[in-house]
């Protein structure tokens, strides 16, 4: 069964410390995996999708980085916007639809 | 920049009775899909629609939940006989293609009461 495992389930940084988000997974066959940010209401707002094992995107103070077992998210010099959930989210090979949340790391940022 | 757009943003509802959440998907997107979130659970999927049918549905997706796509821009869920345990945030989501990122509404937050 697929499965999707963040940690931590939450973070508290000072502005200005770097740190990073886990995401272990685990599908028969990766099609993508995908980061998303989610604010308090809201729905999830796309980040970035990841293909294969070694590939990297960026944006702004955010990196993303996939191996064949788990996905980083690195945050680099946070500021107070950036306090957030962030999810992680797979789709299988076998040509679901569907993608499969984690629950989320609960991120705040302290100015 | 287009997005998904839902309302309404909040429906209560007595246990029993059926209720419709509206969705406006991104115009040029083909797929779209429905996705649940109970309070501090995690997101879980419903149910994806392509070509005007159903394409797959999760265990949640009983007989008491339908979708539609009545014409050329809304997609609707549909739960005919409301129960407590579906309480939750809605949330309705579309893609270009079944391979390129979903994008997501702001939901719509149902309390059945």
């Known amino acids: 069964e697929d499965q999707v495992t963040q940690s931590p389930e939450a973070l508290r940084l000072q502005e200005g410390e770097s740190s990073s988000l886990n995401c272990s997974y685990t599908v028969s066959g990766l099609r993508g995996l995908f980061w998303y940010r989610q604010d308090p209401g809201k729905g999830p707002e796309f980040l970035f999708t990841?293909?294969?094992a070694g590939e990297e995107k960026e944006k702004e103070r955010l990196k993303a980085t996939l191996t064949k077992k788990e996905s980083f998210l690195h945050i680099t010099a946070p500021k107070p916007e950036d306090s957030a959930t962030y999810l992680c989210?797979?789709?299988?090979?076998?040509?679901?639809?569907?993608?499969?949340f984690g629950k989320g790391t609960r991120l705040h940022i302290l100015p | 920049e287009p997005e998904v757009t839902q309302t309404p943003s909040h429906q209560v509802t007595q246990m029993g009775q059926e209720v419709i959440l509206r969705c406006v998907p991104i115009s040029n997107h083909l797929y779209f899909y429905w996705y649940r979130q109970i309070l501090g659970q995690k997101v879980e999927f419903l149910v994806s629609?392509?070509?005007?049918?159903?394409?797959?549905k999760s265990e949640i997706f009983d007989d008491q939940f339908s979708v539609e796509r009545p014409d050329g821009s809304n997609f609707t869920l549909k739960i005919r006989s409301t129960k407590l345990e579906d309480s939750a945030m809605y949330f309705c989501?579309?893609?270009?293609?079944?391979?390129?990122?979903?994008?997501f509404g702001d939901g719509t937050r149902l309390s059945i009461l």
């Open positions: 990841l293909y294969s």
């Open positions: 989210a797979v789709q299988d090979l076998n040509r679901d639809d569907k993608i499969i």
């Open positions: 989501a579309s893609n270009k293609g079944w391979n390129q990122p979903q994008h």
């Open positions: 629609f392509y070509n005007n049918e159903i394409s797959e």
